[in-house]
């Protein structure tokens, strides 16, 4: 081996690990998954779950989350913003699954799995980061309560396994490919008219939006109302010109509808 082939090899194998944490982590094994078990419904507006195939599948999914598991706290901070927030969001749905295949096929809904005084939500379901956390602990404090990412749109990537929620992607969120994938979920869910309508000279939308009406009011493009945010996707909504408008000065009537908590499964 020459001197400049030998420098070359040091000089990749310094670099090789600053290389692999910039790029993020390999979310292939739930891309692969998703991909073979999530049906596209409604036009792309929702999607079911093929919970059969996916407890068949179920090694892979634990694997997938036991890869998760092993990324340390330093080498989560070292990653950029975009690829920070597709783990969390892919690490969550990817949970959310395997926590369903628990009960799954004698549940009708994730409520099932949670009792009078702690919801599934609540219970400590996934390691991360060194210890065993909550699908709560994920979105509420790595998510929402970090101050990190300050989007909204997580709200419709993020999967309750419910008939009622936005739709499971059927490829996995990615750094790279991360505002588009959020701007199209935004989009897909607003545009559904079973979950999200006008109704007489305001909007019926989604219970999300009541729940987590703080966040999009935070001023993310401007927005500093909720009917500002849904003035932003106004076309998908199908408002009005004149409503748009009004909605933009923050007078948009809003009302909410029933949330279905059903399970989201295909067949």
Known sequence: MTTMRRLLLVLLMLFAPAAAQAQGFDHGG???????????????????????????DRAALKGYLASAAKVSRATFDGWSKPDQLAFLINVYNAATVDLVLTGYP???????????????????VVSLFGKMVTLDNIEHDMIRGSGRYNDPRIHFAVNCASIGCPALATS???????????????????????????????VAVSSIFKWYRGDFEKGWRGARSLPAFLALYGDRLGLSPAATAQAKAGKLSISYLDYDWRLNKAG
């Not at 998954?33 to 779950?49: E, F, I, M, T, Y």
């Not at 004698?106 to 400590?124: E, F, N």
């Not at 935004?186 to 305001?202: I, K, M, P």
């Open 172 to 202: 996995a969120y990615r750094g790279a490919t991360l505002n588009a994938q959020l701007e199209a979920a935004t989009r897909a869910f607003l545009g559904d008219r079973t979950r999200n309508r006008v109704q007489g000279n305001g």
């Open 106 to 124: 004698g549940i009708a809904s994730i409520r099932d799995l949670g009792s009078l005084i702690q919801g599934p939500w609540s219970k400590p």
């Open 30 to 56: 739930w891309d692969a998954l998703v991909k073979r078990h999530v049906v596209v419904v409604r036009g792309g507006a929702s999607s079911q779950v093929r919970y059969d195939g996916m407890a068949r």
